[in-house]
Each structure stands twice: as C-alpha cells, then as structure tokens.
T-cell receptor, first 112, second 116 residues
Framework: SQQGEEDPQALSIQEGENATMNCSYKTSINNLQWYRQNSGRGLVHLILIRSNEREKHSGRLRVTLDTSKKSSSLLITASRAADTASYFCATDVTGGGNKLTFGTGTQLKVEL | NAGVMQNPRHLVRRRGQEARLRCSPMKGHSHVYWYRQLPEEGLKFMVYLQKENIIDESGMPKERFSAEFPKEGPSILRIQQVVRGDSAAYFC??????????????FGAGTRLSVL
C-alpha cells in the first residue's frame, strides 16, 4: 500500500452530522496536511499539523496526529451540503524535500 | 492577489503531438510543484522547481516529459509525443520560500489533458 491512505474511501452522511476520515502513512514525516477537492477543481488547503503536534482545530475542523501509529484523523463537525468533496491527506516526508505524498482520498457526500 | 494560474484548463491532443502546460505561481512564491492525477486517484508528485533550477524530478517519467521555470514567465510542463496514458489532470502548486506558510502548497485549478 502507498504512503497516505485514507479510510473510508467513501462516506455519506446527513447534514448536521459529524464526518470522520482517517489517514495512515508509512514513513517519518515533518508534517501532515489535509486538502479538499471539489469535483473537477483544484485542491484547497485545509489544515497543517506538524509532527510534534497532536491536535489542531480550525473552525469546524479538528485534526489529530498519532506519530506512534502513523495515523491522522480529520473530523468535520456539523457538516453542511457544501462540505461535499473529496478529502486528501498529504505527508511531507522527512528528508523528502518539499514534495507532498498524497493519499487516495475519501469522497464525502453530505445530503440534505 | 491572484492565486496559482494554470492554462489551458482543458487540452486535447492527438497521439504523437506535444502538450505544453503553463503555470504562473502566486505572487511572491518562488517554488513550483507539478502533480498528476489520474481519475479516482490521489495526486502523484512529478517535479519541484525553483527559478531556473530543477530541485527534484524524481516523479517525472524519464522520457518525453520535461519541466522548466525560467527567470521570467510561467513554469512549463512539456510532454512530447503524447500517448493515451498521459490523459490526466495536471496540477501545479506554489509555495513561498519562507514564513509560516512555507510548507503549504497552493494549487491551481489544473489542466485536464485528453489524448485522442
């Protein structure tokens, strides 16, 4: 399996519910980032968490990082229909320069 | 402050033709990255450039693909003699050299290449 795999691959919830997506990676990282991609569009940066951080919040987003398990989770609270998109985790691997290694993504659908 | 600009948005080429994809980074950004995305997949790193220098091209196919970021003008990703397997969305991202946002990459809307 590749560096950065999201779980689940697809998630369908009702508006107002919380959505949780998980990401696992294989190697040591400098930081982990989450991006959102609307269908047919570019990626939008959501949040960055450094390797020495365990939790970070930004608005309705909460990200956790467990470097011992090499995993991260993204929680979107009180979801809205506009949150419908694909969500990708991306790792900045230690010694890898500035390039990002992306996972395969979670497709989130928020229904009214 | 305009974001990362990519053009064209859509590009159709026949097998054997050349494709040129352009990317203008955000103002003040000196680092440019190119990624390729196949349908239903995540982005795959191709190349990382700074002005007039290729820093990391470990994700670039050895043949037919080249990239540049000249002193003046946009970064160019060039694909010679395109094949159907080159059909994908190609994304450019840029980041600043320093500051709090130096680890964050800002993406353009992408160029969707279709090879007939």
């Amino acid at each position: 399996s590749q560096q950065g795999e999201e779980d689940p691959q697809a998630l369908s919830i009702q508006e107002g519910e919380n959505a949780t997506m998980n990401c696992s990676y294989k190697t040591s990282i400098n930081n982990l980032q989450w991006y959102r991609q609307n269908s047919g569009r570019g990626l939008v940066h959501l949040i960055l968490i450094r390797s020495n951080e365990r939790e970070k919040h930004s608005g309705r987003l909460r990200v956790t990082l467990d470097t011992s398990k090499k995993s991260s989770s993204l929680l979107i609270t009180a979801s809205r229909a506009a949150d419908t998109a694909s969500y990708f985790c991306a790792t900045d691997v230690t010694g890898g320069g500035n390039k990002l290694t992306f996972g395969t993504g979670t497709q989130l659908k928020v229904e009214l | 402050n305009a974001g990362v600009m990519q053009n064209p948005r859509h590009l159709v080429r026949r097998r054997g033709q050349e494709a040129r994809l352009r990317c203008s980074p955000m103002k003040g950004h000196s680092h440019v990255y190119w990624y390729r995305q196949l349908p239903e997949e995540g982005l795959k790193f191709m190349v990382y450039l700074q002005k007039e220098n290729i820093i990391d091209e470990s994700g670039m196919p050895k043949e037919r693909f080249s990239a540049e970021f000249p002193k003046e003008g946009p970064s160019i990703l060039r694909i010679q003699q395109v094949v159907r397997g080159d059909s994908a969305a190609y994304f450019c991202a840029s980041s600043p050299m320093s500051g709090r946002a130096k680890n964050i990459q800002y993406f353009g809307a992408g160029t969707r290449l279709s090879v007939l």
